[in-house]
C-alpha cells in the first residue's frame, strides 16, 4: 500500500528557515513523480513544488522561486523541501503527494488533479 509521511513542520519566524521531509513506502521514486501542495484556511489546495521520477526535473509556483527548493534522495525514499525566506503567506498545512509515471521520467506536472496517493499533512506557520 503506498503510504507518504510528510515531517518537520512547527512554527517559524518570517526570515526563517524549515525542511519538510516526505517519507515513502509502498512504490519507487523511479517510477512516480512527487509534488509538495500547501492548503490555506479558506484557500484552494495548490502546488508549490513537484519533482520527475528522473529527480532532475522540478517545477515551482511563482511565489516560492528563488526561495524553495525541492530534492529526492532515492536510496533514503525520501524528498525534501527546504524552504528558506520564509513569509507569513506561506502558512498553510503541506502536502506531499505522488502520482505514477514512465520509469525514470523526466516529465513532471504540479497540478492537484495529477496525483493519486496523498500523506495527511504537516502544518507550518510562520509568524512573529
Known amino acids: 500500500q503506498p503510504q507518504l509521511v510528510e515531517s518537520g513542520g512547527g512554527l517559524v519566524q518570517p526570515g526563517g528557515s524549515l525542511r519538510l521531509s516526505c517519507a515513502v513506502s509502498?512504490?519507487?521514486?523511479?517510477?512516480?513523480?512527487i509534488g509538495w501542495f500547501r492548503q490555506a484556511p479558506g484557500k484552494e489546495r495548490e502546488g508549490v513544488s513537484c519533482?520527475?521520477?528522473?529527480?532532475?526535473?522540478?517545477k515551482y509556483t511563482d511565489s516560492v522561486k528563488g526561495r524553495f527548493t525541492i530534492s529526492s534522495d532515492k536510496a533514503k525514499r525520501t524528498v525534501y523541501l527546504q524552504m528558506n525566506s520564509l513569509k507569513p503567506e506561506d502558512t498553510a498545512v503541506y502536502y506531499c503527494?505522488?502520482?505514477?509515471?514512465?520509469?525514470?521520467?523526466?516529465?513532471?506536472?504540479?497540478?492537484?488533479?495529477?496525483?493519486?496517493?496523498w500523506g495527511q499533512g504537516t502544518q507550518v506557520t510562520v509568524s512573529s
Open positions: 519533482i520527475s521520477s528522473s529527480g532532475d526535473r522540478t
Open positions: 503527494a505522488a502520482y505514477r509515471s514512465a520509469y525514470f521520467s523526466t516529465y513532471v506536472e504540479c497540478r492537484v488533479n495529477e496525483y493519486t496517493y
Open positions: 509502498g512504490f519507487t521514486l523511479d517510477y512516480h513523480v
